[in-house]
């Protein structure tokens, strides 16, 4: 049921929650004090960031701490260890120095993967022997910019695995000031056909900022389809309804559209709640008035939406809304994994319950989808063969093209989450195995 929010959630200006506000939210919505005190200690670790909208809308307060949106972005007691949380207690409570606690820090973090899949080491391309910063490509056609300034979210998902953007560090972020070195990298790389503005939420930036990355990627005749990757139509519609430059940004997209490119809107939507709101459904008729097209994507996680029935209620809500349902991904191996974690069995099980209780307009999407060193691995099925059992995988996408769309198998695992956690059959060709066996040390 579409829910309309009041007169003031529909035209306040933003306001952002984080660690300096935990008295404040536990206060308001009755938090215990056990809850607080572990959300502070946690949220050293990991990003903590949400906003009026998410907590007055999307929030059931009544169903507090298993509703799935609570889950999503408040930090959670088992997302890091609980001897890391002991320590972390005991110097707060002893009030230790900074410093001490910052090394503590420092030290967890670098336990959580913080850069999965090679993306420092493989995937920074160079520029006359010189790293491109907040560049990364992986993928031939694709290349992925980081702007500087929209390294940050409207609210901070606690699973995303991008968490390592927002914690401070400017060794475990990707940024560029400007687009001047990625226009240089894209005119000598004429085979790149679609860059992915991506962050954090390159939308939390003004429109003349976002305008200032955006237009001179339309100077490269080669760059035919512009991509944005985006939560904010879940986590604040309001920046395509009231806020100030709202329309401004409509604008800006009727220009990308105008000059002959696609412009492609990557809507990251975890549960179908965030499209019930009145705000959602308004903010996504106003950026398709654009020409943009809007495709919905977002990772499968325990406690959130490890479902089927959550899955058919989300991608049956996307095609009503005009969404292009597109990737389920496995979450990836790295922050609290093993708290967010589904067993590939398990995703494969939901994802063809779902997708069964589609109608034909929205089996679109694709899935279960690991985005590995390797590229994008689809775990297809379980087959039994000569009396085993398997796992039927296939490249969606490749760090090497000759690898997209060949199939190969894996033993069959009943605890596998993930692709290391996998034996490949004897029989994966030679170039499908080393290119799936070979990891940079420290990723997956």
């Known amino acids: 049921m579409t829910t309309l929010a009041p007169d003031w959630v529909q035209t306040t200006r933003f306001r952002a929650y984080g660690p300096r506000q935990i008295d404040e939210i536990a206060a308001r919505y009755g938090l215990t004090d056990e809850f607080r005190d572990s959300l502070r200690r946690i949220s050293l670790v990991l990003p903590f960031r949400v906003n009026e909208y998410v907590l007055s809308q999307l929030v059931d307060w009544g169903n507090i701490p298993e509703d799935p949106v609570f889950q999503m972005v408040f930090p959670q007691r088992g997302m890091i260890t609980a001897d890391d949380e002991r320590l972390l207690a005991g110097l707060l409570d002893e009030g230790a120095p900074t410093a001490r606690i910052a090394d503590a820090v420092r030290d967890i973090r670098a336990r959580l993967n913080p850069h999965p899949s090679g993306q420092k080491e493989l995937n920074v391309p160079r520029l006359d022997d010189v790293p491109l910063a907040g560049v990364q490509h992986k993928y031939r056609e694709t290349v992925l910019y980081f702007p500087a300034n929209g390294q ?90 009231t806020d100030k430059d709202a329309d401004d940004v409509l604008r800006l997209f009727e220009e990308v559209v ?114 590995a060193t390797a590229g994008k691995v689809v775990v297809d099925g379980v087959e039994y063969t000569n009396r085993r059992k398997y796992f039927r995988l296939r490249l969606l996408q490749a760090r090497n093209p000759s690898l997209v769309g060949r199939p190969f198998r894996a033993h069959y695992s009943d605890s596998a989450a993930w692709l290391d956690d996998l034996e490949l059959d004897a029989d994966t060709p030679a170039d499908i195995a080393a290119a799936l066996l070979t990891a940079p040390t420290g990723g997956h």
């Not at 063809?352 to 694709?366: D, F, I, N, Q, S």
Request: charge should be positive; charged fraction near 25%.
């Open 152 to 241: 940050s979210c409207h609210a901070y998902c606690t699973y995303c695995f991008r968490w390592a953007q927002f914690v401070g560090d400017a060794d475990l972020r990707f940024a560029a000031r400007d687009p001047g070195q990625l226009i240089a990298y894209l005119r000598r790389h004429p085979h790149v056909s679609d860059v992915l503005v991506t962050g954090g939420d390159p939308l939390v930036m003004s429109t003349n900022r976002l305008h200032d990355h955006v237009l001179p990627l339309l100077g490269v005749d080669t760059v035919r389809t512009v991509r944005v990757g985006t939560k904010s139509l879940a986590y604040w519609p309001q920046r395509f309804t």
């Open 258 to 371: 105008a000059s002959g490119r696609t412009l492609a809107v990557m809507a990251h939507f975890s549960h179908p709640r965030e499209l019930e709101t009145d705000l959602a459904r308004r903010a996504l008729a106003r950026v398709r008035a654009t020409g943009a097209l809007v495709y919905g994507q977002a990772p499968l996680i325990a406690r959130v939406n490890d479902d089927a029935r959550t899955w058919t209620r989300l991608w049956r809500a996307e095609l009503s809304a005009g969404v292009v349902p597109y990737y389920l991904f496995v979450e990836r191996d790295t922050g609290p994994h093993d708290y967010f974690k589904v067993r590939l069995a398990r995703a494969v099980d939901i994802f063809h319950k779902a997708y069964r209780e589609l109608p034909g307009l929205a089996r679109t999407v694709r899935g279960p989808v690991m985005s």
